[in-house]
């Protein structure tokens, strides 16, 4: 699966829009861009995924770049009840990898009052 | 019933004893996963079990040992641990296992070896 990179670290005002990064340059045709998040000593929570369009849902928006080589979540309106750690995957559609999913390091959204 | 579940939420072993997660789910799921995760890493995968049979294994020890009885249930056994072992054990599943599927997590099983 292609490699991702994130900032480390962001920081949101509470009610602003939280706009995470992620590029992955190497990513392949068959590959989907998945958002998950990992609040402190809960198990990972699925936020949204993506192959080539925007999407949407209520949780957030995915943003993928036409060369699809970068990708940004948008969390509308963060609330305290956001901030987390947020994982950009980039995970193979199918073949022997079963839907590996590679964790990276992600990005520690902190949102402040 | 969109959740699953993982019991217990928490583990204290010694290295000679033999203990067992259990993580359990009931959307109709067909794959089922187990990941570790130390302090402060993200989650690694130990195992994939896609229709109950055992599809991926990460080069785990053996003195992990996987099970899946029945298409709702997955096991972790454990034996002859280390404290090294001393981590969060996650479970999840997905409806099948490819990449066009998002995968639910328990809250996970925090084990301390001694």
């Known amino acids: 699966d292609a490699k991702t990179t994130q900032p480390t670290s962001m920081d949101c005002a509470e009610g602003r829009a939280a706009n995470l990064p992620c590029n992955h340059s190497?990513?392949?045709?068959?590959?989907?861009v998945y958002w998950y998040r990992q609040i402190h000593s809960q198990g990972p929570q699925y936020i949204i995924h993506?192959?080539?369009n925007n999407e949407t849902n209520e949780m957030a928006s995915l943003i993928i770049t036409e060369d699809r080589k970068s990708s940004t979540l948008i969390l509308p309106h963060a609330t305290l009840r956001d901030t987390a750690v947020y994982y950009c995957?980039?995970?193979?559609?199918?073949?022997?990898?079963?839907?590996?999913?590679?964790f990276g390091q992600g990005t520690i959204l902190t949102v402040h009052p | 019933d969109t959740e699953v579940t993982q019991t217990p939420k928490h583990l204290v072993m010694g290295m000679t004893n033999k203990k067992s997660l259990k993580c359990e789910q009931h959307m109709g799921h067909r794959a089922m996963y187990w990941y570790k995760q130390k302090a402060k890493k993200p989650p690694e995968l130990m195992f994939v079990y896609s229709y109950e049979k055992l599809s991926i294994n990460e080069s785990v020890p053996s003195r992990f040992s996987p099970e899946c009885p029945n298409s709702s249930l997955l096991n972790l056994h454990l034996h002859a641990l280390q404290p090294e072992d001393s981590a969060l054990y996650l479970c999840a599943s997905s409806q099948v296992s490819d990449g066009r599927r998002e995968q639910f997590f328990g809250p996970g099983t925090r084990l301390t070896v001694l």
């Open positions: 993506g192959l080539k």
């Open positions: 995957i980039v995970r193979n559609a199918g073949g022997t990898s079963y839907g590996k999913l590679t």
């Open positions: 190497t990513i392949s045709g068959n590959e989907y």
